[in-house]
């Protein structure tokens, strides 16, 4: 059985870091798909990033340059390091695998099997 837990979210101002961790239990990091989502209050879930195999990463345009997705070296889970935060950025972020995708969208939310409870962000002055 595969389980997801995230930790590491918080309050930060703006211009601020967080590092958010997964730990996946049941599940290879380096033979599969694991992403990042957010859900903000009234909008929809979108894809922030996803790491294949453990190294292969794909971002959403908006992200890129901020935040970097990276495996843990125990390959048990993921690391989102997210840097220079802004008041937008306030969100749930969950964190999903998948052993393979059904669309070619690795940020495709439908994608994904497992999923974890997430941990708010909150970024604000």
């Known amino acids: 059985q595969v389980q997801l837990t995230e930790s590491g979210g918080g309050s930060v101002q703006p211009g601020g870091s967080l590092r958010l961790s997964c730990t996946a239990s049941?599940?290879?990091?380096?033979?599969?798909?694991m992403a990042w989502f957010r859900q903000a209050p009234g909008k929809e879930r979108e894809g922030v990033a996803a790491?294949?195999?453990?190294?292969?990463?794909y971002y959403a345009d908006s992200m890129k340059g901020r935040f970097a997705i990276s495996r843990d070296n125990a390959e048990s889970g993921l690391y989102f390091q997210m840097n220079s935060l802004k008041p937008e950025d306030t969100a749930m972020y969950y964190c999903?695998?998948?052993?393979?995708?059904?669309?070619?969208?690795?940020?495709?939310?439908?994608?994904?099997?497992?999923w974890g409870q997430g941990t708010q962000v909150t970024v604000s002055s």
């Open positions: 049941g599940f290879t990091v380096s033979r599969g798909y």
């Open positions: 999903a695998a998948t052993a393979t995708l059904r669309t070619p969208r690795p940020l495709d939310g439908d994608n994904y099997n497992y």
């Open positions: 790491i294949y195999g453990g190294r292969l990463a």
